[in-house]
């Protein structure tokens, strides 16, 4: 059973445009949630993460939305450049616990 | 770079053998993570230890095991192993808390 999940596993945008990654959950007990970026051949790298008291966290480019009536976030990227183009996963988080229950990914590819 | 070290970076070997992979964790960072990652799959989650204690397993099979030493390192043990056990093997540490984990470059299990 996939309680987190990313529908659209790949997705592109023109350069200088917004990147907007969805990623939905089904467990209204997860109560932080994290996106990661991964490069080919690399780890998984930490981009923006949001508590589920908040409905909205911005860092530079990366604001990630939360609507808990939906069970939905997103990931808007503005602008997007060429060195966005990766695998974005969504992940979320039990309270008191430290187990990432990852979504499957969604590949960006931001051409010029 | 993220300050975590996984070795080695590949591995080949054959079914019913057995591996032992490694994981040094950034500096400072108590607990370490174990995620595998099989194609097309998002990271699932196998075991946490915490200064030396595991502290939450996930769906981790009996023919795995693990454990973090007095200095921190851990290592993943797979024992008997079969075909579907390639993929992508992920360590990630973090200062107890696990908000956010930061990721090794993971290990690539190939079995033949």
């Known amino acids: 059973d996939q309680q987190v999940k990313q529908n659209s596993p790949s997705l592109s945008v023109q350069e200088g445009r917004i990147s907007i990654l969805n990623c939905d959950y089904t467990n209204s007990m997860f109560d932080y949630f994290l996106w990661y970026k991964k490069y080919p051949a690399e780890g998984p790298t930490f981009l923006i993460s949001i508590s589920s008291i908040k409905d909205k966290n911005e860092d530079g480019r990366f604001t990630v939305f939360l609507n808990k009536s939906a069970k939905h976030l997103s990931l808007h990227i503005v602008p997007s450049q060429p060195g966005d183009s990766a695998v974005y996963f969504c992940a979320a988080l039990f309270r008191d616990t430290d187990k990432l229950i990852f979504g499957t990914g969604t590949r960006l590819q931001v051409f010029p | 770079d993220s300050g975590v070290t996984q070795t080695p970076k590949h591995l080949i070997t054959a079914t019913g053998q057995r591996v032992t992979l490694r994981c040094s964790p950034r500096s400072g960072d108590l607990s370490v993570y174990w995620y595998q990652q099989s194609l097309d799959q998002g990271l699932q989650f196998l075991i946490q230890?915490?200064?030396?204690?595991?502290?939450a397993k996930g769906n981790i099979l009996e023919r795995f095991s693990a454990q973090q030493f007095p200095d921190l390192h851990s290592e993943l043990n797979l024992s008997s192993l079969e075909l579907g056990d390639s993929a992508l093997y992920f360590c990630a540490s973090s200062v107890d808390g696990g908000r956010p984990q930061h990721f090794g470059d993971g290990t690539r299990l190939s079995i033949l």
């Open positions: 230890y915490y200064n030396g204690e595991e502290r």
